[in-house]
């Protein structure tokens, strides 16, 4: 603190109170003791001289504060101009260590950079895995899609076309067996004629009577087959292709719930990392600006006290 000398006036005021005044001497014995002096004191100005170690500071002096946003460690001035200093506006008046300080920032640079790297990188694999999920779907769709079609196909024009076909092959069975039945009869007439029938013609005969009933046979059989196919072969194909078609139906259904759900999830997870990027971007920020408030500057011009 700088030593100075400076006249301290004092303003004082002395004033002494009067007494009561003296009462008139009455008849009778008088009051013991002397009678009170009575004085009256003016009121004047006392002046001193004082000396006082000080400093002399000015009433409307800016105060240099230090409030950091983001740096939290230890503050320790390394360089500070001396006391009494006449500055002007914008000089550094004062330095802190920065050492733990830039430590931090190059720190927090680091974890920008990867931050913004892993959220590019989820942001990419969000739109592959959007892109393959879309592939899944449309695969889905279109295996549905076929099963239907075979379904329909099988109902409307399969079904008819086997229909027709065991028409016609029972129309061919039921004529051959027409067919051997008149040649069958026509043999019976001719041998019939002959007042002797030969043994060639019995045998003739034997074998007409033999493919008439092995072919009636057979066709009892293609009746029963065609009935048995009818009634569970081709009703189990339907079956089958109705359920496959459901079956799918289910499974592309299960797969978008199951990819909105996943989308979902990418989403929170981009929404998460963007928030995590700014917040760091937001605290570099901040600790670049405590970086700068390091060296404290001086608001105006003035002495340093």
Do not use: C
């Not at 029972?170 to 001719?190: C, P, T, V």
């Amino acid at each position: 603190m700088t030593s100075v000398t400076a006249p301290l006036t004092a303003l004082a005021v002395l004033a002494l109170v009067p007494a009561r005044p003296a009462a008139a001497p009455q008849d009778g014995p008088a009051a013991d003791g002397p009678a009170p002096r009575v004085a009256v004191a003016q009121a004047h100005d006392l002046t001193d001289e004082v000396e006082l170690a000080g400093t002399f500071a000015p009433a409307d002096g800016a105060e240099l504060e230090l409030w950091p946003g983001e740096y939290g460690g230890e503050l320790v001035f390394v360089e500070v101009l001396a006391h009494g200093t006449y500055v002007n506006a914008g000089d550094v008046v004062a330095r802190l260590d920065s050492t733990k300080i830039d430590r931090q920032l190059a720190d927090a640079e680091v974890e920008l950079r990867s931050a913004e790297i892993a959220h590019a990188g989820a942001a990419e694999r969000a739109g592959i895995a959007r892109e393959a999920d879309a592939a899944k779907r449309g695969e889905a769709e279109r295996a549905l899609g076929r099963s239907v079609r075979a379904l329909e196909g099988f109902e409307q024009h399969e079904l008819e076309l086997q229909r027709r076909s065991d028409e016609l092959s029972a129309s061919y069975r039921e004529h051959g067996i027409e067919d051997q039945a008149h040649e069958l009869r026509q043999l019976e007439a001719m041998y019939g004629d002959d007042e002797l029938v030969d043994a060639t013609e019995e045998i003739v005969l034997q074998r007409s009577r033999r493919n008439l009933a092995r072919s009636r046979a057979a066709a009892t059989i293609a009746d029963d087959r065609l009935e048995y196919e009818r009634a569970y072969e081709r009703a189990m194909k339907a079956e089958q292709k109705r359920e496959a078609v459901e079956s799918q139906r289910g499974a592309l259904e299960r797969l978008v719930r199951g990819q909105e759900v996943e989308a979902r999830k990418r989403e929170d997870e981009l929404r998460r990392g963007a928030r995590g990027v700014d917040e760091r971007r937001a605290a570099l920020e901040r600790l670049r600006a405590d970086r700068a408030s390091f060296d404290l500057r001086a608001p105006r011009d003035g002495v340093l006290l």
